[in-house]
T-cell receptor
Framework: AQTVTQSQPEMSVQEAETVTLSCTYDTSENNYYLFWYKQPPSRQMILVIRQEAYKQQNATENRFSVNFQKAAKSFSLKISDSQLGDTAMYFCAFAGSARQLTFGSGTQLTVLP | DTAVSQTPKYLVTQMGNDKSIKCEQNLGHDTMYWYKQDSKKFLKIMFSYNNKELIINETVPNRFSPKSPDKAHLNLHINSLELGDSAVYFC????????????FGDGTRLSIL
């Protein structure tokens, strides 16, 4: 069974600064996908970024980028130029051959004005 | 033109009742899912279903049953509701053979009195 660990229950960052959220996972599979989802107070689940395990290049989406270290089973999310609208719960998630998502426990990020 | 829609958004009911939550997706996806988010925001898969296979998380009580009248719908029926069933339930969908991420509905907050 896969496990996903987010060791930072809460984090805060000043507006316009950069913050990194940590995620580690454990799996015996070789082909899988990793995701970061954002859940604002509206409770919607919004995809932030995804990474295919077979790709060595780290994914980027505008201000969001990941540091994917396959050997270390680490998948951190970096948010640059943080904005107030980035305040949300962030979930790291794993999808293997079974396709269903295994989520970490989440990191509540607060962007301070 | 919402991609994954759930109804109702809020459901308040008494212990012992039977209730259903409906989910519809207009993305043409093959696979649908139900997730439960508890009071600590932890998200866990309950079911995944396509037209050939139902995968049930072994921790889900048999009071919970998914019902799929067609490929675009996966409803969640819950019998004999208990206090511990209070949570937010999310429906999601994805293509079966693709690296595309899951699309989530907005969630249904179920409160048991």
């Amino acid at each position: 069974a896969q496990t996903v660990t987010q060791s930072q229950p809460e984090m805060s960052v000043q507006e316009a600064e950069t913050v990194t959220l940590s995620c580690t996972y454990d799996t015996s599979e070789n082909n899988y996908y990793l995701f970061w989802y954002k859940q604002p107070p509206s409770r919607q689940m919004i995809l932030v970024i995804r990474q295919e395990a077979y790709k060595q290049q780290n994914a980027t989406e505008n201000r969001f980028s990941v540091n994917f270290q396959k050997a270390a089973k680490s998948f951190s999310l970096k948010i640059s130029d943080s904005q107030l609208g980035d305040t949300a719960m962030y979930f790291c998630a794993f999808a293997g051959s079974a396709r269903q998502l295994t989520f970490g426990s989440g990191t509540q990020l607060t962007v301070l004005p | 033109d919402t991609a994954v829609s759930q109804t109702p958004k809020y459901l308040v009911t008494q212990m012992g009742n039977d209730k259903s939550i409906k989910c519809e997706q207009n993305l043409g996806h093959d696979t649908m899912y139900w997730y439960k988010q508890d009071s600590k925001k932890f998200l866990k898969i309950m079911f995944s279903y396509n037209n050939k296979e139902l995968i049930i998380n072994e921790t889900v009580p048999n009071r919970f049953s998914p019902k799929s009248p067609d490929k675009a719908h996966l409803n969640l029926h819950i019998n004999s509701l208990e206090l511990g069933d209070s949570a937010v339930y999310f429906c999601a969908s994805s293509p079966l053979h693709s690296n595309q991420p899951q699309h989530f509905g907005d969630g249904t907050r179920l409160s048991i009195l």
